[in-house]
């Protein structure tokens, strides 16, 4: 059973940084694709930044420069850095692996609040 687990969610000021870690189990992230969607309140869910497994990182308009995906194999993670935050990167952001093609996993998502 593939489960992902979600960590490093807060409450950050503007401009300030985050780490968000997804770690796998039940399954490897060597050869799948890895992403980060979030959803606002009232929103929809928006797509941040994935690798696809052919290996380059995509980014949403809105967080390219400032957030970096990185996977570490030998950890099985996932990891999406965020820096230079802005009130409106508030949401609840969610990591999905899809280690064949087929299927896409889903973590339980964890919050980030940007507020002065």
């Known amino acids: 059973q593939v489960q992902l687990v979600e960590s490093g969610g807060g409450l950050v000021q503007p401009g300030g940084s985050l780490r968000l870690s997804c770690t796998a189990s039940?399954?490897?992230?060597?050869?799948?694709?890895v992403g980060w969607y979030r959803q606002a309140p009232g929103k929809q869910r928006e797509r941040v930044a994935t690798i696809s497994r052919g290996g380059r990182p995509v980014y949403s308009t809105s967080v390219e420069g400032r957030f970096t995906i990185s996977k570490d194999s030998t950890k099985n993670t996932v990891y999406l850095q965020m820096n230079s935050l802005k009130l409106e990167d508030t949401a609840v952001y969610s990591c999905?692996?899809?280690?064949?093609?087929?299927?896409?996993?889903w973590g339980q998502g964890t919050q980030v609040t940007v507020s002065s």
């Open positions: 999905v692996v899809n280690p064949t093609g087929w299927t896409d996993y």
């Open positions: 039940g399954t490897t992230i060597s050869m799948a694709g």
